[in-house]
């Protein structure tokens, strides 16, 4: 574990340098600890692959204090606690509409379309973390077959809703917003809805599987 | 009481001082580029300083009220008027039922801001009344304004007004120096890499907005060659891409990045850095910190005292 400060007001946990599901483990076990003191003090805190992010208000807290607690989170063995996962299930139109880069992945994977479908909606992904715009959860878990590289050009404008990948990574995009990855599909579900109390249909350490739908029952669940 | 949007400017949103609590959902705090102009100008009127106002970037709106109403103007300076009067900034003005407020181009800086007694009656979303506009939410519909637009604002009962000590707001604005801390992979860089960000100026670009400010200048070579992994990214971050040209990320930022962060911008001079307009040079000094809190600590005092009694 190595901790850096990386402004007045913040500090950066990293506890490795690699993606992987150990990483994973560690920092979800770091951040749900650190969530669970509930210090009013620290105003944000932000895993990702392997760190966490700790903002605080610096006029109540300092780099010190915020160290101190961090190491000794770790020195109670943080990393043995259990902690139940949550399995979401998100609904997927692979029609040509919706992802209009299933084409470009089924060549670049030199394996028919259909078996792109069926490969990305067989897998179980894990959310690493959310990030990139509210509600965009970094998924780790696309089978190897499936990595194709990011689009050359971004598009301008992604629908909310686009299932997409982009080398080791699948997402959901939860607005519309610009976006650089393959898109292939589009889910019916609202994947963020700021007007709830969990905004985010996603969240940190939980796990994820895709299931195809068709065009008619996408139509008939969609979510204004 | 209603506010009619007749222009809304290039983009003006309402800004509270942000949400917090929510960036590992992918959320950036957001709220107002110049917490401490958008503090200075709730206080004036008598609101918490925490109160929804207007954030007009780079020019003003027009406003017509439809009651008489107190409000304030701070931030970059900008010809304002109410009913063809000028209205001056950095105090509470009183505007006349059916009168109407025209804020011009600003002068200096890129933000002004617009406080009205009482605060402006925006339903708050996880604690803020903020526009995001990349969540496409707060504010209203989480959007600038647009013309025809209707605001209202909330009675504000019992709220006295204050008055700036004289010179105070010119205390503010503008220095041309922002001071940083070193960044999380400071150790990415060596000397020549600090050099360059500290001994040249920097050209803000007009790709610039409230995500964050692109900047030309001396480009900063970084001695490490690997891809960082992507990682939660603090307010102010000063990330160098592998062209070298800096970019300080801001209150709408992305909450996570993959670019090496060679310095951040300290908490007292992050509304210097939202009042950073295109084209304008930008210098870089570096501070310890411990100078930083202690910096932020005499800020906060500062605002306790600017005000007459």
């Known amino acids: 574990m190595n901790i850096v400060p990386a402004s007045d007001s913040s500090l950066l946990v990293v506890l490795g340098d690699a993606v992987s599901l150990d990483n994973h483990e560690r920092v979800m076990s770091l951040f749900l600890a650190l969530q669970r003191l509930n210090d009013p003090r620290m105003r944000n805190l932000h895993p990702a692959y392997a760190s966490v992010l700790i903002d605080f208000d610096p006029l109540r807290m300092s780099h010190e204090e915020a160290t101190t607690l961090v190491e000794n989170l770790e020195a109670e063995g943080l990393a043995q606690c259990e902690r139940p996962v949550n399995i979401v299930t998100i609904p997927v139109c692979y029609d040509l509409e919706f992802g209009p880069d299933l084409e470009n992945v089924a060549n670049h994977a030199k394996i028919p379309e259909r078996e792109v479908i069926q490969l990305h909606s067989s897998a179980t992904y894990r959310v690493h973390f959310l990030g990139f715009t509210p509600g965009f959860a970094y998924l780790g878990g696309l089978p190897e077959a499936l990595h194709a590289p990011r689009l050359a050009r971004p598009r301008k404008h992604v629908p909310a809703g686009t299932v997409a990948i982009a080398g080791s990574q699948a997402g959901v995009y939860p607005v519309d917003s610009p976006g650089g990855w393959q898109l292939i599909g589009r889910t019916p579900l609202r994947v963020f809805n700021p007007n709830t109390t969990r905004p985010a249909l996603l969240g940190t350490g939980d796990l994820v599987k895709f299931s195809a739908i068709d065009r008619a029952t996408f139509d008939a669940t969609v979510q204004p | ?309």
């Open chain 2, 1 to 309: 009481m209603a506010i009619h949007v007749i222009q809304p400017g290039p983009l003006t949103t309402v800004q509270d001082l942000g949400r917090y609590g929510y960036s590992h959902l992918g959320i950036s705090p957001g709220g107002a580029a110049d917490p401490l102009a958008m503090r200075v100008a709730n206080l004036l009127v008598g609101n918490p300083e925490n109160a929804a106002t207007l954030e007009m970037t780079l020019a003003g709106a027009t406003l017509e009220f439809d009651e008489e109403s107190i409000v304030a103007l701070t931030g970059g300076e900008c010809d304002c008027r109410i009913g063809g009067e000028t209205a001056p900034m950095w105090q509470a003005v009183r505007v006349l039922a059916r009168k109407v407020l025209t804020c011009g181009g600003l002068k200096t800086g890129a933000r002004l801001y617009l406080a009205f007694q009482g605060g402006l009656d925006v339903y708050p979303i996880m604690g803020s009344a903020s526009t995001s506009l990349a969540g496409h939410f707060g504010g209203v519909e989480g959007r600038g304004l647009r013309k025809g637009d209707l605001l209202s604002v909330r009675k504000g009962s019992n709220l006295r007004v204050r008055t700036l000590m004289p010179e105070a707001a010119q205390e503010l604005y503008p220095r041309g120096l922002v001071r940083v801390t070193r960044g999380a992979q400071h150790d990415w860089f060596g000397p020549e890499a600090f050099d360059a960000l500290l001994s040249s100026p920097y050209t803000v670009s007009e790709e610039s907005n409230r995500s964050g400010l692109r900047l030309q200048g001396e480009p900063i070579p970084s001695r490490v060659r690997s891809q960082l992994l992507t990682e939660g990214v603090s307010l102010g971050a000063i990330q160098v891409p592998h062209n070298g040209q800096p970019i300080i990320l801001f209150v709408d930022q992305q909450t996570t990045g993959g670019y090496p962060k060679i310095a951040n911008v300290i908490s007292a001079d992050m509304h210097h850095v939202g009042q950073l307009r295109p084209h304008e040079l930008v210098r870089f000094a570096e501070v310890t910190i411990p100078e930083a809190v202690r910096l932020l600590r005499e800020q906060e005092q500062w605002l306790k005292h600017i005000f007459q009694h």
